[in-house]
């Protein structure tokens, strides 16, 4: 009986392994993305005493309640200025302004206006819209992966693998740039790219590829060959 058992779960074992669809996934090819560009993303900080008293006096409060100000630095490669108050690094009794040089990783050009996408790990992202006056608005906070443009719409994927933490999600972006979220990721995203039949492919960390359909279904699959994408 003992023997019945364990063919049994063997069989169960091989049976669960072959849901997962085997593909051949290919690789990321930029020239498929012409108004697309991939930076190297970076994030500089200060901290200043100075300007306090006119930074509260222009900023204004976001839907969340924190106060901050986001100034576009360079409209080409989306790079900008976020600046907010905190408590100042040199006395516990005054505040100070951190303003932060973010370049973010991804940016894409949607006609007038354009959609960035930053990841600093634990220190957290943005995803941001830049109009055609070059007013930048918050659309949310999430750490991007990168940014796609699918028959039903754009498609961001994002997620952090930190500590104990390990999670990923797909979100859609409607014309009037409002997110809501598709489906839930096996980890976080470290690479994604679009296959010859217009679905989108998802490498999830520490393994596992998941596609998300053209018609906006997602299903697991198993690679054949998996090229990491390299962006340096």
């Known amino acids: 009986m003992k023997y019945f058992t364990i063919i049994a779960l063997l069989l169960s074992?091989?049976?669960?392994?072959?849901?997962?669809?085997?593909?051949?996934?290919?690789?990321?090819?930029?020239?498929?993305?012409?108004?697309?560009k991939v930076f190297k993303g970076t994030f500089k900080s200060e901290v200043t005493e100075v300007g306090v008293k006119e930074f509260f006096e222009t900023a204004q409060n976001d839907?969340?309640?924190?106060?901050?100000k986001l100034e576009l630095l360079d409209r080409a490669t989306g790079k900008y200025k976020k600046s907010f108050p905190r408590t100042s690094p040199y006395s516990d009794e005054q505040t100070a302004i951190e303003h932060q040089i973010i370049q973010p990783h991804v940016v894409i050009n949607l006609g007038e206006k354009t959609i960035t996408g930053s990841n600093n790990g634990e220190f957290g992202g943005e995803l941001?819209?830049?109009?055609?006056?070059?007013?930048?608005?918050?659309?949310?906070?999430?750490?991007?992966?990168?940014?796609?443009?699918?028959?039903?719409?754009?498609?961001?994927t994002s997620g952090?693998?930190?500590?104990?933490?390990?999670?990923?999600?797909?979100?859609?972006?409607?014309?009037?740039?409002?997110?809501?979220?598709?489906?839930?990721?096996?980890?976080?995203?470290?690479?994604?790219?679009?296959?010859?039949?217009?679905?989108?492919?998802?490498?999830?960390?520490?393994?596992?590829?998941?596609?998300?359909?053209?018609?906006?279904?997602?299903?697991?699959?198993?690679?054949?060959?998996?090229?990491q994408l390299n962006r340096d």
């Open 63 to 68: 839907s969340k309640q924190i106060m901050w």
């Open 128 to 156: 941001l819209l830049i109009d055609e006056n070059d007013k930048i608005t918050l659309i949310e906070r999430m750490n991007v992966e990168d940014i796609f443009e699918m028959p039903f719409g754009l498609v961001i």
């Open 160 to 227: 952090l693998a930190h500590l104990s933490w390990n999670y990923g999600d797909v979100h859609f972006i409607n014309s009037d740039f409002e997110i809501e979220k598709l489906y839930s990721l096996v980890g976080m995203p470290e690479s994604s790219w679009q296959l010859e039949s217009g679905d989108l492919l998802i490498n999830s960390y520490p393994s596992g590829s998941q596609i998300l359909t053209k018609n906006g279904y997602m299903k697991r699959v198993q690679c054949i060959a998996n090229k």
């Open 13 to 36: 074992f091989n049976s669960f392994a072959n849901i997962f669809g085997k593909i051949n996934c290919g690789s990321y090819e930029p020239t498929k993305y012409p108004n697309k």
